[in-house]
């Protein structure tokens, strides 16, 4: 019903900048919030940002608060992940993720991007 598509990943320097960005197609009329996931080689799946889609309302997780700021463009059905102060210890793949609303009754639906992969040098 949703497809998520990420961009931006690549490689970067320690102290360097990248955007990712998410493009959701499909059913997107009941979107609850959309955010980004991570995940390291060996390392369960963390959560990273969210923003509250109604209220444009962000969350992040302490490790990355101060240096990431997720935001998003409704109009477009698309977030975006800008992460600065980038650090060795960000390297993962980082998921776009996707929570949709169901019916009256009926639980919410969670869907996943492809994965891009995001690599900081040290």
């Known amino acids: 019903q949703v497809q998520l598509v990420e961009s931006g990943g690549g490689m970067v320097q320690t102290g360097g900048s990248l955007r990712l960005s998410c493009v959701a197609s499909?059913?997107?009329?009941?979107?609850?919030?959309m955010g980004w996931f991570r995940q390291a080689p060996g390392k369960e799946r963390e959560f990273v940002a969210r923003v509250h889609w109604s209220s444009d309302t962000p969350s992040y997780s302490d490790s990355v608060r101060g240096r990431f700021t997720i935001f998003r463009d409704e109009a477009k059905n698309t977030v975006h992940l800008q992460m600065n102060s980038l650090k060795p210890e960000d390297t993962a793949v980082y998921y776009c993720?996707?929570?949709?609303?169901?019916?009256?009754?009926?639980?919410?639906?969670?869907?996943w991007g492809q994965g891009t992969q995001v690599t900081v040098s040290s």
């Open positions: 499909g059913r997107t009329f009941t979107t609850y919030s």
């Open positions: 993720a996707a929570r949709m609303l169901g019916a009256p009754g009926t639980p919410a639906d969670d869907y």
